[in-house]
């Protein structure tokens, strides 16, 4: 993760600042706030919300490290107890069931979302829409349905051919809030031209 | 606020007043026998145990089934498809297995107060030290997290009261984009606030 940081110039790279520390923090919140939002249930297994969207938005808005970060932050306190997964459910209960899958793969999405979007040229994260967005679309096909199946296949035993057909329900769902992802993306990136270019704090 | 109290309840029992971090070592140890040891008995013998504890621990009929309103569907469907494939042996398995982890974990979240899971979940964290994660730095981006929760609950309902007035509840970009700025503007005031009283920072 360090090799992506945005920070050639310094010596402390791994060192994340208190406005890294509060960033983290508040789409960690943001998160919890998308999830929680009155959601549409399709399958009756997983609830479809703005859950993905903040996932994403985490990683393309504040880079691979914070962002990854900020959505570990968000499955801990889901985990610790508070109601923030989708369709308010907590605890350690989630890893055991049928879409953990989908959870663990949520913090990498983030991180290569993010990735990839700190390499696109500069200034395309502000300006180019679909770049932004298919940067979201690489990082929820990558990590969050593929590990989503995977957890399908081990924890609800169903084939992989099986696994595949409950999660292409969530594909409409999923192009439309990264759609919605890269507006608001590269809207915060005209609004905070620094936030993954970023000086530190004097 | 309900999101912040979690779905802990009170009480005080032996489980309640064990440490959090032997209740979370004990949860990955009982998680890692139910998953290992294969075969209809074990996985009816861990769902007893798993209600056994649950009701000592206080846990009445209704509120177990209260958290557990999601998977027992997924149990149904799942015991059904695994009775029509793979017989019944394999369905009480997979069934027993899934529904006792989940009570596990959910007498975990019901006996420990979220806060006391995320001092055990820090406390793990010290090993890390020499990696570069600061267990403290980790802990006051958790309490951060924790605030900003209702903060950016206000503002969601902020901004989606401008987007109406302006006749644009329909318009994401109108609701998401003035969020997801103020929680980037009040996660940089945040950050600066932390910065000039010297929390945070070495």
Known sequence: ?202 | MSLLLGTHRPGTTWLHRLPAGAKLLGLVLLGLVVVLVRGPVSAVVALVVAVGLGAYAGLTAREGLRTLRGLLLVAVLLGGFQVWNNGWARAVESVGDLLALVVLATVLTLTTPVDEVLDALVRALRPLRRLGVDPDRVALTISLALRAIPTTVAIAEETRDAALARGLERSPRARLVPLVVRVVSHARATGDALHARGVGDD
């Open chain 1, 1 to 202: 993760m360090t090799s992506t940081d945005q920070q050639p110039r310094t010596t402390r790279t791994r060192r994340l600042g208190t406005t890294d520390l509060a960033l983290v923090a508040g789409f960690a919140a943001l998160v919890v706030v998308c999830a929680v939002l009155p959601a549409i249930n399709v399958t009756g297994i997983v609830p479809i919300t703005l859950q993905t969207f903040g996932v994403l938005l985490a990683g393309a808005v504040l880079g691979p490290l914070r962002g990854f970060l900020a959505v570990l932050l968000y499955l801990a306190l889901g985990l610790a107890g508070l109601p923030v997964f989708s369709g308010g459910a907590a605890g350690f209960g989630v890893l055991a069931g049928p879409t953990a899958g989908y959870l663990v793969g949520f913090p990498l999405a983030a991180a290569l979302t993010g990735y990839l979007v700190t390499r696109l040229p500069r200034g395309a994260a502000a300006r180019n829409v679909p770049l932004v967005f298919l940067c979201g679309l690489v990082g929820s096909a990558v990590f969050i349905h593929t590990l989503g199946m995977a957890g399908l296949v081990l924890r609800a035993d169903l084939t992989w051919g099986q696994a595949f057909d409950v999660d292409k329900v969530f594909w409409i769902g999923d192009v439309v809030k990264n759609v919605a992802m890269a507006l608001v993306a590269t809207a915060v990136h005209r609004a905070f031209p620094d936030l993954l270019h970023r000086r530190r704090a004097a």
